[in-house]
């Protein structure tokens, strides 16, 4: 089994920064694609960062050039570096890694508020 647990979510004023990270534990192999998510209330799940397998990197419009996903394999750590955070970024934010054999594993989830 592989676990997923996120953490970095909080409060944080219009144009901070905030940098989530997911570790993983467990069978960690036959990795296709990491990504991480978001849920606002009311809203449905979406992308805002996928990492596939060879190294390329997917961004909505709405968060490119102030998101960023990055992996460190010998921490079994996806990071997602979130920079000018807007009040719409506010939302609960999911870890999601696409095993070959697994399928899909979530994390819990963690909240990240932009607010004033």
């Known amino acids: 089994q592989v676990r997923l647990v996120e953490s970095g979510g909080g409060l944080v004023q219009p144009g901070g920064s905030l940098r989530l990270s997911c570790v993983a534990s467990?069978?960690?192999?036959?990795?296709?694609?990491l990504g991480w998510y978001r849920q606002a209330p009311g809203k449905q799940r979406e992308l805002v960062a996928g990492?596939?397998?060879?190294?390329?990197?997917t961004y909505p419009d709405s968060v490119k050039g102030r998101f960023t996903i990055s992996r460190d394999n010998a921490q079994n750590t996806v990071y997602l570096q979130m920079n000018n955070l807007k009040p719409d970024d506010t939302a609960v934010y999911y870890c999601?890694?696409?095993?070959?054999?697994?399928?899909?594993?979530w994390g819990q989830g963690t909240q990240v508020t932009v607010s004033s």
């Open positions: 999601n890694i696409d095993f070959q054999t697994l399928g899909d594993v």
């Open positions: 467990g069978s960690i192999y036959s990795i296709l694609a």
């Open positions: 990492l596939i397998s060879d190294g390329s990197t």
